[in-house]
């Protein structure tokens, strides 16, 4: 089979990324349990409130899955599949867009929750138990930022990936010549 050179460049770019955001998705699970370990259930973090906590950052671990490993390798099969049934190829700019939106917001996405899960996590730790005021508190209490930057990534990911979805959607009914 022919694979364009474009495609094996993201092949593999993609499956190097899936790699490291897997042992990356290791470590956040670890993280995860060595940290939740600070916060033990006591008189004073009675046990929702541990719960609450750590919540934010027990759930890194998986979205750094699902996002850095599970959908780029989904996309790479899906383009993988499409040339084998004959689907047209997509091109060189529509890979290259996709790649420049998707694996740095996803980036960004994993290390906004490890943010939010610490900034929670530390602040119950030094005694504030007011999670209103520890989320009040995020971005260093703007609102304006975190909109922002939450905003900025999630649409850069999205967008990103809807790129690739709907060229590859348009090559499913063109045939390679």
Do not use: C
Not at 24 to 30: H, K
Not at 46 to 67: D, R
């Amino acid at each position: 089979m022919n694979i364009p050179a474009y495609y094996r460049a993201f092949y593999r770019l993609y499956l190097r990324f899936s790699i490291v955001m897997m042992i990356a998705a290791l470590l956040m699970g670890i993280l995860f349990q060595e940290s939740s370990k600070k916060a033990p259930i006591s008189e004073m973090l009675p046990a929702g409130a541990h719960l609450e906590s750590v919540f934010g950052l027990s759930l890194v671990h998986g979205h750094t899955f699902l996002i850095g490993a599970l959908i780029p390798l989904a996309v790479t099969w899906m383009l993988f599949l499409g040339l084998q049934m004959g689907f047209a190829p997509l091109s060189e700019k529509t890979l290259r867009w996709t790649s420049r939106l998707y694996l740095p917001s996803s980036v960004v996405a994993v290390l906004l929750m490890l943010y939010k899960g610490y900034h929670f996590l530390l602040g119950v730790r030094s005694g504030i138990l007011d999670l209103a005021a520890l989320n009040t508190s995020l971005f260093l209490g703007s609102h304006a930022l975190r909109a922002s930057v939450y905003g900025l990534t999630h649409t850069a990911m999205a967008v990103g990936l809807s790129i690739v979805l709907i060229a590859f959607w348009k090559s499913m009914n063109k045939s390679q010549a």
